[in-house]
């Protein structure tokens, strides 16, 4: 039974004494038992990028005691150096379309210990698409509901406007907009989607121009005798 002295040492002697029978002589063996320390691997924390990166930099990394290293992945993607201790890892077609990876490194013993393991996930968070839709045109005096406005992967949606008509609720992807008196004068506006992207994604911005037409009027002129 080892104490923590020996392992500390690296190795411990053992030897046996024989007495021998009789007149003939006592003899001694001795063996060394050499104390291999178990292999640590410790990777970071689960992490996340956008599915617009095309690489991602593996760091935080700790092993210890190890012969060789190896990284693998669940997902399609491969390794700068998959022997490296934070090699890069680059993200395949699967892993850009699914919503997470596991990565995980394995090292193997200088001796007879077991090899260790530890991974982390990396969450692969699709990017904004999102469109204002095209430039419309209403008559004075209507509100316009932005029916072709569209987002998808987004956290949140503020419209502004360049004039100083109001939204309904500027937080819908299709908001209904009410021009001012000074929008139907200036005979346009420019309205901007402001859309927020989740993860580490970035936001995007888009942006419409609606024509606003004064209303057609007409006079016959007086009625005549």
């Not at 320390?37 to 990777?43: E, K, S």
């Not at 924390?45 to 092993?63: L, R």
């Not at 927020?196 to 007086?222: F, P, R």
């Amino acid at each position: 039974y080892p104490s923590a002295s020996d392992y500390i040492d690296g190795s411990v002697n053992l030897t046996i004494f024989a007495s021998a029978n009789g007149s003939c002589n006592d003899v001694q063996d001795q063996i060394t038992i050499t104390f291999v320390p178990n292999v640590f691997v410790v990777v970071g924390e689960d992490d996340e990028i956008c599915n617009s990166e095309t690489s991602y930099q593996i760091s935080d990394v700790s092993a210890e005691n190890y012969n060789s290293l190896d990284w693998t992945t669940n997902g399609d993607g491969t390794f700068s150096n998959p022997n490296a201790l934070e090699p890069v890892y680059y993200p395949g077609t699967n892993d850009l379309i699914g919503t997470e990876v596991t990565l995980t490194l394995t090292g193997t013993s200088t001796g007879l210990c077991d090899p260790a393991s530890d991974s982390f996930i990396l969450t692969i968070t699709p990017q904004i698409i999102a469109s204002a839709g095209p430039n419309d045109t209403i008559c004075a005096g209507n509100s316009y509901q932005i029916f072709g406005a569209g987002a998808q992967n987004y956290s949140s949606v503020i419209w502004n406007t360049s004039g100083s008509g109001f939204f309904e609720d500027a937080t819908l992807v299709n908001p209904v907009y009410y021009p001012s008196n000074c929008d139907i004068l200036d005979g346009q506006v420019l309205l901007t989607m402001n859309v927020t992207g989740n993860g580490s994604c970035d936001n995007l911005i888009d942006a419409m121009v609606l024509k606003i037409i004064e209303q057609a009027t007409v006079n016959a002129g007086d009625n005549q005798e």
